[in-house]
Every structure is written in C-alpha cells, then in structure tokens.
C-alpha cells in the first residue's frame, strides 16, 4: 500500500476526476476474510487511478467564502455490464454512483440522472499536447458542452509544497446552450500526476475570467 502525506496547505477546490488492483483479504479498509473487493486493474489509467478506499484530501479555496477541506473517499463496490462495456460501480466522496471504465488511456464516466445517463470523458492520457475532444450531455433539454484539451505532459509541478515530477495538464471549458447561443459557464485547468489522480483544480469565471476556486492535494492514500 502507498501512503503520502503532504503539507496542508490554505488553498484549494476539489474535484477529481480515478479501474480496480488485486488487494489480498483482510481486515484493512473494513474488508473481512472473504470480503475483498477485486480491483485487479485500478491502476490502468496512470494518472488517475480508481482503487476501492483511496482516500484524497484537498484544501479547497473558493473566492468569497474562505478555505476549507474537503475529503474524499472512492469505494468500488463491484462492476456493471452497460452497452456492451463493463464499468466499476463506484462511489467517490458525496458525488453519488459513479459507473467508471478506463480503456487503453481513456477514462470514462457514466452518472445516473432521473433521465438517464450522462457520459463525461475527462482524461485521455494517450492524447498528443494541443489535442482536442468534447463531450455533449442533454438534460431536460438544456445541452451542455465540456470541451477538453491537452495543455502539457510530463512537466513537473509543486503542489502544498510537494514536487510531483510527471503531471498531465488538462484544460476545461463548459458551454450551455442558451437561447440557442453557446454560454461558457467555467474554464477549468486540472493537474493529474502519475499514480496519483487529480492533484490540483483551479477554476475560472466564463465570462469575467477571474478565479473563482481553487483545489490543491494535501494528503492521499491509494492502495
């Protein structure tokens, strides 16, 4: 097991977006003889892995309301067989269900809505510096756009005093369709660092430009 503690640090946001390794069976985690949950690939996509009971903390600054922290849990509770594609049946931190698939470098989420399921691509590690993709979620009518691009890979970045020398920079901006006219809500850089997910989240006013929030890791734990 890989247990990291940083420095806390008085700023930050979370968010995250991490497909299952073999753990043996025992009482850590909570897990009894017998009890263990098979996450034999949790580690596929390496910058942001999705392994039952990894625990992240972020100090969260959000401009206006101060800091504060904010701790996440990930627990996997087994897997689903949707479309054709099998995806772990998870749960991260208040988020409610998540279904998560990671294939060849691309991690894919799929969030129940009253409606039906939304689909998020957040991370495409294979993808070259200045590539592009988009994903299109329709709820209720209202579309929204999350456009992603890749900003950089391997570059070293310092986070709550912490140097995580191989990081994936990605940007993010959402667009809703209003009156027919596209709106841009956020911009969004996120930092993914190798072997440990989503280290820092700032995010940026779509019409000002001015940061809004901002999330830093302080302390993790992926098993």
């Known amino acids: 097991m890989r247990v990291a503690t940083l420095p806390v640090l008085a700023f930050g946001i979370l968010i995250v977006s991490l497909v299952s390794c073999q753990k043996e069976t025992s009482e850590e985690n909570g897990l009894l003889p017998g009890q263990a949950i098979n996450t034999s690939n949790c580690k596929a996509c390496a910058y942001f892995p999705w392994c039952d009971q990894s625990v992240y903390t972020f100090s969260d600054t959000i401009t206006g309301a101060g800091v504060s922290t904010s701790v996440k849990v990930l627990t996997v509770?087994?897997?689903t067989l949707i479309a054709g594609t099998t995806y772990d049946v998870s749960n991260f931190?208040?988020?409610?269900?998540?279904?998560?698939?990671?294939?060849?470098?691309?991690?894919?989420n799929l969030t129940p809505t009253p409606v039906g399921q939304t689909q998020d691509i957040p991370l495409k590690e294979?993808?070259?510096v200045g590539e592009e993709w988009s994903v299109i979620q329709t709820i209720a009518g209202v579309s929204t756009t999350y456009k992603y691009s890749m900003v950089a890979k391997g570059i070293s970045r310092t986070v709550a005093g912490v140097i995580f020398p191989d990081v994936i920079q990605i940007h993010k901006i959402t667009q809703t369709v209003v009156a027919g006219v596209p709106f841009t809500t956020f911009v969004e850089d996120l930092f993914y660092g190798r072997a440990v997910g989503l280290i820092e989240h700032i995010t940026y006013d779509g019409v000002s430009g001015s940061q809004v929030a901002h999330s830093v890791l302080v302390n993790y734990n992926v098993p």
């Open 126 to 128: 294979s993808a070259a």
């Open 77 to 79: 509770s087994g897997d």
């Open 93 to 108: 931190g208040s988020t409610g269900t998540v279904f998560h698939n990671c294939a060849a470098g691309v991690t894919s």
